[in-house]
C-alpha cells in the first residue's frame, strides 16, 4: 500500500488501531464456525496443447485483486541438486542481456515468482494482480520468461557453490527411504546439464493452477496467454515411475554426543480429505510433544504429499546442555521414532488431547482457507490434478470433516496411511 505523505493518524495511534484491528480479526477467526469456510467455484480447460487448467475462485473474493498461478510438472530426475540448481537459475538473471533476478523484474508489476519441488514434482509459482494495469505486462513477461530463458555461466558457478542444507538432509533421506536405479554424481553437474533438464521440464507439465477473483475479460486475457506460454510445453508422455521402499534402518554418522536425529517414513496416496486433516493433527502433536522435551532444542517437520509416493520426514536437533551421553539424550518420554507406532501418540488415545488439538486445527484453518494462497498450496501440494482425489473432492470433503471427524476415524486414517516399516533414522553425532 502506497505511503500517504500526510497521514490521518499519528505513529503510537496507528500501531494501537492496526493491533486492535489484528486482535478482532484473530478473535473472529478464533469463534468462526467451519460453515463459514468459502465453498469455492471450480472450473476446468485445456490450453490448445492439451495442458489441464483448473481455476478456484469464491464470491468472498469479489472484491480482492490476488491471483496464484503455478505450473506443475511431473519431471523425472536422479539428482536434487540439478533440480535444485535449474530453478535457482531459473528464478535468477535468466532473462537474455538482465542482470536482474526474476523477482527483481516482476517487482514494479506488484508480482512475485517463487520455485520449489519434492521427489515427484517441480512447481513454479507466480503471485500477481488481476488489475488492468498489471495483469496484461505481468503474463506478458512470463511468456518470455518461459519460453527460452537464458542460463549464464556466471551465475551457475554462483549457484553451484551455495547448496542450503536442508537441501543435503532431504537427499540424504530420500537415499534411505527409496531405492534409486541410479547415483548421480552431483559433483560434476554441468551448466548443459541444466539447459536439458530445463526442457525435460517444458516434456514433463502436468497441469496449471489458477485461484483468485477473474471477472471475464481478465479469464479471457489469461486463457489467451496460457496458450501462448504453453506453446512448447506437453504432457509426459509415460506415467510417473514408482519406486520402491527401503526397509527399516538406523544409520549413526560422527562420534561423541547425539546433535541430531532426521527421520523418514513412507505414506499411502492420500484418498480423502480425512487423510489430509488427519496427518495435520499428527503432525501438530508431533511438533508440540518434541517442542515440550527437554532435551531437545527444536524439531521441523515437512510433508512430501506426492501423489504416487508420499512421505514425511522431521528433523530433531538436541539442547547441548544437557548431551551428557547418549543415552541420556534420548531419555526422554518421546524420541526421533516416537510418532510412527500409533500406541505413543497422544492425541490417538486421549480425548481430551485430540480435543485441544483438532480445535486449535479448525481455527487455523477457518482462517487460512479465506486466502487464495492456502487454496493454491492445496491445489499445487495437496491433490492430484488429475487422480481421484483432486480439488473439487477436498473443497466437497472439507466442511463435513472439520465438523465430524473423530478420534476413532483419525486413529484409522493413521493406521492406512502409515508404512512403518519404511521407518527410517539417520542420528548426527558430534
Known sequence: MPEQSKPLFSRPVLAAIMLLST????????????????????????????????WLTTSQWQEGNKLELSFIFQAPSDSAQLTHLTLAMLMSDSLPLSTATINQRLSPLAAKASAN??????????????????????????????????????TFANKQQRTPIELNTQVALTKALFETPTDHDDTRTSLSQVSEYYQTLQQNLVAISLVGPLDDHALSQIQSHLNKITQGFQLPETPFQSVTLQEHHTEQVGNGQLWQTSSALALQPLSSTQDWVSLQLWGGDLVRQFNQEPSMNFVQLNLSLTPQQPWAWWNIQYQQAVLVSDEEAVAGEFNAASFVQLENLPSANDQTKFNELFDTFKQQVTSQALSPTWWNHIATQVVQPQGPFDLQTFADQLPDTIDNLTRGTYKERLERLFVPSSYQEIQVYQ
Do not use: C, M
Not at 31 to 45: C, D, G, V
Open 23 to 54: 486482535l478482532g480479526i484473530w478473535a473472529l477467526n478464533l469463534t468462526a464456525p467451519s460453515q463459514q469456510l468459502p465453498t469455492p467455484s471450480i472450473t476446468q480447460w485445456h490450453t490448445d496443447s492439451g495442458i489441464p487448467v483448473t
Open 117 to 154: 519441488f519434492d521427489s515427484e514434482r517441480q512447481i513454479l509459482g507466480l503471485t500477481f494482480s488481476n488489475e488492468n494495469q498489471y495483469l496484461e505486462p505481468t503474463l506478458s513477461f512470463v511468456q518470455q520468461w518461459l519460453s527460452e530463458p537464458s542460463f549464464k555461466q556466471r
